[in-house]
């Protein structure tokens, strides 16, 4: 019992001496670096439980606000996930950020994140996502994306008709998840039938779940499930490459249809085919990027839409406008889109209020100095949308749902920013507006009100 006593101490007094020399090398090196200000938390976990926790409960911004005031900078440090990371808040910092992407910083992602999304190349992520960001302007600028708004318009009535008419009360955000999903299913990869979309529909819910958790690989956990959600839409993907290498073989489908055909026809800049592996891979992360963030969006802009009636009624009458102005049966089109402006205003004041993306990590990949900063080299940063939308500098009132803030020349430079910026910014820009769009066109006449159950 003694000894066991001794051993007790002997741990207990290691583990301290540990924890005091970490927090003096820690000490040390902040003043001989000039390190921004901040804390780097616990030993190994950091800071990463609250902002989690502040994340969850979708008030990130305070972690931020509070850290801010604290330190009197917008520039602090902290620790999540076992890393030293700069947080920045505010438009100088954006845009040093997004104006120094591969010159002194890189996107950078939590290894974790890796684990759900394992790379079927062994190049570098920003490789990757170079050779991504080659295929997608041809379907996803506007030019190209005038052709998908009869599509589009298709799906969304048919949604409407199926899902929303004659119900006395509908859930909406899972429902705003089904529309996106079956939209990027239609145009990316062109299957239409719902029940071969449900198959794989269901396992993307626990891949969100799993990246927003604590990253815990055991039987059971969300995290498990994600890598194991991930894994079963990688080789439900590669089934339908496969199909679709044989049906273009064989003249059953069309070069140009969607994404899939042309990842599969045209090779990138280095003369090579993308092998069927990899087109998984960017398909599944298409699939993800392209419903997951655009749901988050058009749900809230009913929640908005449905708790400020004056919001409404401007909405209700541009999309009336634009109705009256087709024939019966007449499908969206480009112009249509266009002339939704108003719409488009409240679309984004929900996204300054509830950016689907709170924010992104970049690596730093040299030594650089930042408002008199150090800033070591391998260090992460973070930039977020969540705070810089809600400063008060930028949106006066910030709470206030306005979207008269997007009239005119709109928001300043780096101050509104729901899809990053610089050249990571998010591809998916120009297609993520379509959906919201053609959601305010169907929802006419669905007076909707939200149950206490329905608002986060
Ligand atoms: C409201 C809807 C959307 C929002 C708010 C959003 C936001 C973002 C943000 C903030 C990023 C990270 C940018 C960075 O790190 O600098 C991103 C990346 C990305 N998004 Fe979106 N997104 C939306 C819709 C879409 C859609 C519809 C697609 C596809 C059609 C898409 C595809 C992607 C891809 C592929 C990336 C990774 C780009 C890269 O790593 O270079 N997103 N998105």
């Given at each position: 019992?003694e000894i066991?006593?001794?051993n007790?101490?002997l741990?207990?007094s290691?583990?301290?001496l540990?924890?005091?020399?970490?927090?003096?090398r820690?000490?040390r090196?902040?003043k001989?670096?000039n390190?921004?200000?901040?804390?780097?938390g616990?030993?190994?976990?950091?800071e990463?439980?609250d902002?989690?926790a502040?994340?969850?409960?979708?008030c990130?911004?305070?972690?931020i606000?509070h850290r801010?005031?604290k330190?009197s900078?917008?520039?602090?440090k902290?620790?999540?996930?076992?890393?030293?990371?700069v947080?920045l808040?505010?438009?100088?910092?954006?845009?040093f950020?997004?104006?120094n992407?591969?010159k002194?910083v890189?996107?950078w992602?939590?290894?974790f994140?890796?684990?759900?999304?394992?790379?079927?190349?062994?190049?570098?992520p920003k490789?990757?996502?170079?050779?991504m960001?080659?295929f997608?302007?041809?379907f996803?600028?506007p030019?190209?994306?005038?052709?998908?708004i009869?599509?589009m318009?298709?799906?969304?009535?048919?949604?409407?008709a199926?899902?929303?008419?004659?119900k006395a009360?509908?859930?909406?955000?899972p429902l705003a998840?089904?529309?996106?999903f079956?939209?990027?299913?239609?145009?990316f990869?062109s299957?239409?039938?719902s029940s071969n979309i449900?198959r794989f529909?269901?396992?993307?819910?626990?891949?969100t779940?799993?990246?927003?958790t604590i990253?815990v690989?055991?039987?059971?956990?969300?995290f498990?499930?994600a890598?194991k959600?991930?894994?079963?839409?990688?080789?439900?993907?590669?089934a339908i490459?496969g199909q679709?290498?044989k049906?273009?073989?064989?003249?059953?489908?069309?070069p140009?249809?969607?994404?899939?055909?042309?990842?599969?026809?045209?090779?990138?800049?280095?003369g090579?085919?993308?092998n069927?592996?990899e087109?998984a891979?960017?398909i599944?992360?298409?699939?993800l990027?392209?419903?997951e963030?655009?749901?988050?969006a058009c749900?809230f802009?009913?929640?908005f839409?449905?708790?400020?009636?004056t919001?409404?009624?401007?909405?209700y009458?541009e999309?009336i406008e634009?109705?009256?102005?087709k024939?019966?049966?007449?499908?969206l089109?480009?112009?249509?889109?266009?002339?939704?402006?108003y719409?488009?205003?409240?679309a984004c004041?929900?996204?300054?209020?509830v950016p689907?993306?709170?924010g992104?990590?970049?690596e730093?990949?040299d030594?650089f100095?930042?408002?008199?900063?150090?800033?070591?080299?391998?260090?992460?940063?973070?930039?977020s949308?969540?705070?810089?939308h809600?400063?008060?500098e930028y949106?006066?009132?910030?709470?206030k749902?306005?979207?008269?803030?997007?009239?005119?020349?709109?928001?300043?430079?780096?101050t509104?920013?729901?899809?990053?910026?610089?050249?990571?910014?998010?591809?998916?820009?120009?297609?993520?507006?379509?959906?919201?769009?053609?959601c305010?066109?169907?929802q006419?006449?669905?007076?909707?009100q939200?149950s206490?159950?329905d608002s986060r």
């Open positions: 019992m066991s006593n001794f007790l101490l741990i207990v290691i583990v301290t540990f924890l005091i020399a970490m927090i003096f820690h000490r090196q902040d001989l670096l390190l921004p200000p901040g804390n780097l616990l030993p190994f976990v950091g990463t439980l902002f989690l502040k994340g969850w409960k979708g990130q911004e305070n972690f606000f801010i005031r330190y900078s917008e520039v602090f902290t620790n999540f996930f076992c890393q030293p990371v947080v808040s505010g438009a100088a910092g954006n845009r950020l997004f104006s992407e591969n002194l890189e996107t992602w939590p290894e994140v890796n684990k759900i999304f394992p790379s079927a190349v062994e190049s570098s490789e990757e996502a170079k050779r960001r080659k997608l302007p041809q996803l600028k030019e190209a994306l005038q052709k998908y009869g599509i318009d298709m799906v969304t009535q048919r949604h409407f199926l899902e929303w008419e004659n009360q509908v859930v909406v955000f998840k089904s529309y996106t079956e939209l990027a299913c239609r145009l990869l299957i239409d039938d449900a529909s269901h396992p993307f819910d626990h891949i779940s799993g990246i927003f990253p690989d055991l039987p059971g956990t969300p498990n499930r890598i959600a991930s894994n079963f839409i990688r080789t439900e993907l590669l490459i679709r290498k049906d273009l073989a064989e003249g059953k489908a069309s140009n249809q969607d994404i899939l055909s042309h990842m599969l026809l045209r090779y990138g800049d280095d090579q085919y993308m069927e592996a087109i891979d960017k599944l992360a298409l699939l990027g392209g419903h963030s655009t749901s988050v749900a802009i009913v929640k839409l449905a708790e400020l009636p919001i409404y009624e401007g909405v009458k999309q634009i109705s009256k102005s024939t019966a049966g007449e499908l089109n480009w112009e249509d889109i266009q002339k939704m402006k719409s488009w205003n409240v004041e929900v996204m300054r209020l689907p993306f709170t992104n990590f970049k730093a990949i030594d100095v930042l408002n008199g900063f150090s800033i070591p080299k391998g260090w992460k940063l973070y930039w949308a969540v705070s810089t809600k400063n008060p949106f006066p009132e910030p709470e749902f306005d979207p008269s803030r997007f009239e005119g020349k709109g928001p300043a430079p780096y509104f920013i729901p899809f990053g910026g610089g050249p990571r910014m998010c591809p998916g820009n120009e297609y993520a507006r379509r959906p919201g769009n053609s305010f066109h169907a006419l006449g669905e007076k909707v939200i206490e159950t």
